[in-house]
């Protein structure tokens, strides 16, 4: 017996969570119960992360948590209960499986069949965020090695595991040449641990054209969180509806099994709410602890049960339905169906699934790091980078000097075209003359005489090399 922890979440979350319960007892599953309560109530009982401090304790000692989904109030102060608990948790991989059930779910793409695996703890949902200047605002996005390589060695394994294919990596580092390009690097060092996996990368704009034009071209894709969260959502639409896809969060220790969709409020408390996503979720938590004979049977009478055209309002279309049914009508008809398997639709085999053992992040050894200038930002609300670059002039030392002003990253000094737009937010560089590196006094010093010249400094980065390799973007046009 598996003691986990369950929330039934807000909106359509209890009646999905009940169904889901419901069917996965009938078919036999080993687990114990332990309630929590999270979300709406819990928000406006004052708790701005959605949950108390005794369910943590809940969630930690379980383990594993089958989680309905909850509405986040409306107004500012109010943190994301997902994002908090995957971080806390060290969730870092999000596993959402995307297939179409052609032809009995109305899809344009009959034959797609692909995980996405997103990585779920960095990137820009950091939410480091700040205003510095009356006209500009930062999200820092924070991509780690340790990051990288667990969720792109877990998208290998699980595709080795899984018996698929292919792993495809989407990244945006034609742009972002040191974050998405960690990313790009990572995967393929990892890829080329794992020959009998066919292995590509493409840029994510036209990566996600072909994902939403021929679904099919992929079989598992691993992404930065930003757009593994966008895309997920475009795959699981185009297989039919966002209320057939589950979603796992793995992490070392712990991991939590949801629906991708949210707590539909409109549709709650009216018994027609689709309890698929759920109950794919709780599937996946089924494999995870090891309860693999249960998962296959309800998979298989889950896939019959559409094959039968008994489906809920959302995927209901004349013709290809036979029988519209409530969430409760839907849950009994899979109970019905334990033990058989569809015909048409791929049967599924678990005998080979439980969790993904993978090994420990091992920090590397420490590379040569020297500090090569640094940059300073600065709020200026003038509009000509020639009499900025005046002024940050009185800043210049013996060695360390205005090399270039950005403004929104692109050079505007020096040789800055007229027509570019700046905002009052403006990167000075400061770069050694003399020798190759400068010190940390230095960079002192040019904040002191920032001072002394009335200069307004909201922020400085310092420019490194790592093993003597540039550790930083040049400004465009440089
Ligand atoms: P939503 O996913 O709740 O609903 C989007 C659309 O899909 C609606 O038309 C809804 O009726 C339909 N839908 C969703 N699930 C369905 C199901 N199981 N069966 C049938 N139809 C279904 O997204 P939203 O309206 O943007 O968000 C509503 C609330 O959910 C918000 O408070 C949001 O913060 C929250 N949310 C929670 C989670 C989570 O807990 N994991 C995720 C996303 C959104």
Same mark, same amino acid.
């Given at each position: 017996?598996? *003691?986990?922890?369950?929330? *039934? ?19 036999? /599953? ?68 995307? !297939? ?27 939410? @480091? ?25 877990? =998208? ?19 742009? !972002? ?34 994902? =939403? ?41 712990? /991991? ?25 979720? =709780? ?31 959302? @995927? ?45 992040? *091992? ?19 003038? +509009? ?6 005046? @002024? ?10 205005? +090399? ?26 400061? *770069? ?22 009335? @200069? ?23």
């Amino acid at each position: 017996m598996r *003691k986990i922890t369950v929330a *039934k979440g807000d909106g359509i979350g209890p009646e999905i969570m009940d169904a889901t319960l419901e069917i996965i007892m009938a078919a036999g /599953a080993e687990i114990e119960i332990e309630e929590i309560e999270v979300g709406e109530k819990v928000y406006l009982a004052g708790n701005t992360s959605g949950i108390a401090k005794e369910s943590w304790d809940v969630i930690r000692r379980n383990k594993v948590f089958l989680k309905a989904p909850i509405t986040t109030p409306q107004g500012g102060g109010y943190k994301s209960l997902n994002v908090t608990t995957r971080k806390f948790l060290g969730l870092y991989s999000n596993v959402r499986p995307c !297939m179409s059930l052609h032809p009995f779910v109305k899809t344009k793409h009959p034959v797609m069949d692909l995980v996405i695996v997103r990585e779920n703890e960095e990137d820009l949902y950091a939410g @480091i965020e700040h205003q510095q200047t009356d006209e500009v605002v930062q999200c820092l996005k924070l991509i780690s090695r340790p990051g990288c390589e667990k969720i792109v060695r877990y =998208a290998f394994e699980y595709a080795k595991h899984y018996g698929r294919k292919k792993v495809t990596c989407f990244t945006k580092d034609n742009i !972002m040449k040191q974050t998405d390009g960690l990313f790009h690097n990572v995967f393929d060092e990892i890829a080329k641990e794992y020959p009998e996996i066919e292995n590509e990368h493409w840029i994510v704009d036209i990566g996600a054209a072909k994902l =939403a034009d021929t679904p099919e071209a992929f079989d598992v894709i691993v992404m930065p969180n930003l757009y593994g969260d966008v895309l997920s959502d475009v795959a699981a639409q185009i297989t039919g509806s966002v209320g057939l896809a589950g979603s796992a969060n793995i992490g070392e220790e712990c /991991a939590m099994f949801e629906a991708i969709h949210g707590s539909a409020p409109r549709r709650a408390g009216q018994n027609s709410a689709n309890p698929s996503g759920l109950l794919q979720g =709780a599937v996946m938590m089924l494999n995870h602890i090891g309860q693999t004979v249960v998962a296959e049977k309800i998979q298989n009478a889950w896939l019959k049960t559409l094959e039968d055209g008994i489906h809920t309002n959302d @995927i209901f279309k004349e013709g290809t339905s036979k029988q519209k049914v409530g969430t409760k009508e839907f849950a009994k008809a899979v109970i019905a169906n334990l033990g058989n398997k569809p015909t048409l639709l791929k049967e599924v085999s678990y005998a080979n699934s439980s969790a993904l053992n993978l090994p420990k992040y *091992k920090r590397k050894p420490a590379a040569i790091k020297e500090l090569v200038g640094v940059d300073v930002f600065v709020h200026w609300a003038g +509009s000509n980078p020639d009499e900025l670059a005046k @002024i940050i002039h009185y800043l210049d030392k013996n060695n360390l000097k205005l +090399s270039m002003i950005t403004n929104r990253g692109i050079k505007v000094y020096p040789d800055g075209f007229k027509e570019t737009f700046c905002t009052d937010h403006w990167r000075c560089r400061f *770069k050694p003359t003399q020798r190759n590196q400068i010190s940390k006094s230095e960079i002192i010093e040019i904040l002191t005489n920032a001072v002394i010249h009335n @200069i307004d400094i909201i922020k400085t980065e310092n420019l490194y090399s790592f093993d003597e390799k540039q550790a930083f973007s040049l400004g465009q046009g440089q």
